[in-house]
């Protein structure tokens, strides 16, 4: 945080300063006692199972220069102690009173699938022509977008963040503290049915997104998704569509699949350039072509854009590709949908290979009452498009049925199926991992690119 002191944070909250300096300075804003480094905000949040008021204490001992309170009326001690009536709200208005504070454009980023690859690409391309703050890791949230706008500083010039969603109304929360000037969609799916109750309900929850985008801004909608090609946005707003098709102001031409990365050529009215990635799939040629859009829009050169592009590699855990001992793995564990686990099948599909395909699945979570159907099309498609191997993991994949050899290891059985696997590959062999990060199976894919650099 730059030039916020106690007395501002008393502006924005509304708060009583119970003790302490009102002059003192703020570096951060922590909400773990254990993460304190020096200088901070400790914000003690009050979740279902544990009441962060507690660790104040630890958290001022460890560094932190003051603290907010719900639960203090009267202190007494050299740090400043804020009373509010709720911390996560005030949060949330410090996060507000931070960006009316930033005079720099936001880009704004949601969807079912993709936003951390999106949102990855876009400010790649935007780092063209600009110094470009993105969201750090996965703050995206309620708690952790307030907290990201503090981190934003005056050196920055663009802002692209990542705007997550999981309970109704909390798209509209975020927004209205984030105030986009350009709103991002990649997609509707149905990530977090079982909270929403329908993908139409996740449809309408993605278009709130405008509930925070400021007047004259733009929504930019990926035209090859069927909920979002006929989707027009709000009296105000201006709509524009990215993707492959002829509805699509900013398309991809001319595509072809190079050892499984997409090359193509980017059409953005008259203007064409020609984009090489590095990231396998066809899917990640919409996730350029939103990232050439919000380049376009903002000035910056499309072949200097298109450049950046094709020197991206991928995020942690989002389809890594690694080539070790012979064996091609492709770490694409950090979460799973339906429309990214067929995603993945597919690069697998794609990726040309002197040995074995195989094909490692873990739980696909949050999918509610329809999870069974999602996992059992999982096996419909692998029967189709069939791999040498499929292994699964967790309850939920144990319907998923491909391959001339298919396993299957309960939930939590990490070593068994890592031991199945070092003892399976060869030289040659090419292997996807995919499932919901908390199935831990990120953590197989790391043991086996470790085992097999030695």
């Known amino acids: 945080m730059e030039q916020i002191r106690v007395k501002e944070i008393l502006e924005a909250t509304g708060g009583r300063l119970l003790c302490g300096d009102e002059r003192t300075p703020l570096a951060h804003i922590s909400t773990d006692s254990q993460t304190v480094k020096g200088g901070e905000l400790f914000v003690p949040l009050v979740g279902e199972r544990v009441d962060a008021h507690r660790f104040i204490g630890q958290a001022l001992a460890a560094g932190a220069a003051a603290t907010l309170t719900a639960e203090h009326d009267t202190m007494e001690d050299a740090h400043p102690w804020i009373r509010v009536e709720d911390t996560k709200k005030a949060l949330q208005a410090v996060g507000s009173y931070c960006r009316k504070r930033l005079s720099l454009p936001l880009v704004g980023i949601t969807g079912s699938v993709g936003k951390t690859t999106t949102r990855e690409m876009v400010a790649e391309a935007l780092s063209a022509g600009f110094r470009v703050f993105r969201t750090p890791g996965n703050k995206n949230s309620q708690v952790g977008l307030p907290i990201t706008l503090t981190e934003i500083s005056g050196k920055d010039e663009i802002g692209v963040l990542e705007l997550g969603m999981s309970m109704p109304g909390e798209l509209t929360v975020i927004a209205r503290i984030a105030q986009v000037d350009l709103a991002i969609i990649t997609n509707v799916g149905v990530t977090h049915i079982e909270q929403l109750g329908s993908q139409e309900n996740i449809f309408r929850e993605k278009l709130s997104i405008q509930d925070g985008l400021k007047a004259g801004g733009i929504l930019l ?75 376009d829009l903002y000035g910056v050169p499309l072949e200097k854009a298109a450049e950046r592009l094709g020197g991206y590699t991928g995020f942690q855990g989002r389809q890594q590709t690694f080539a070790c001992g012979g064996v091609t793995i492709i770490d694409d564990t950090y979460n799973a949908s339906p429309v990214s686990m067929l995603a993945a099948l597919e690069v697998l599909e794609s990726m040309e290979t002197g040995g074995r395909r195989l094909a490692v699945l873990a739980d696909m979570k949050e999918l509610g009452e329809e999870a069974g159907r999602f996992h059992r099309e999982i096996g419909d498609w692998l029967r189709r498009h069939p791999v040498d191997m499929v292994f699964t993991l967790g309850e939920l994949s144990s319907v998923i049925e491909g391959g001339k050899v298919c396993q299957h290891f309960e939930a939590g059985d990490l070593d068994g199926l890592h031991d199945k696997l070092a003892e399976t590959l060869q030289p040659g062999d090419c292997v996807l991992l995919k499932g919901s990060n908390s199935m831990r199976l990120g953590e197989v894919a790391k043991r086996l690119v470790k085992g097999n650099r030695k």
Do not use: W
């Open 221 to 295: 909608l990926n035209g090859d998704d069927p909920m979002l090609s006929k989707t027009q946005a709000r009296e105000g707003y201006r709509t524009l569509y990215y993707g492959t098709g002829e509805n699509c102001d900013y398309r991809a031409e001319e595509i072809r699949l190079e050892g499984g990365c997409p090359v193509f050529t980017g059409v953005c009215g008259k203007k064409r350039v020609s984009v090489r990635l590095k990231v396998m799939g066809r899917h990640h040629i919409n996730n350029a072509m939103a990232a050439l859009a919000a380049a």
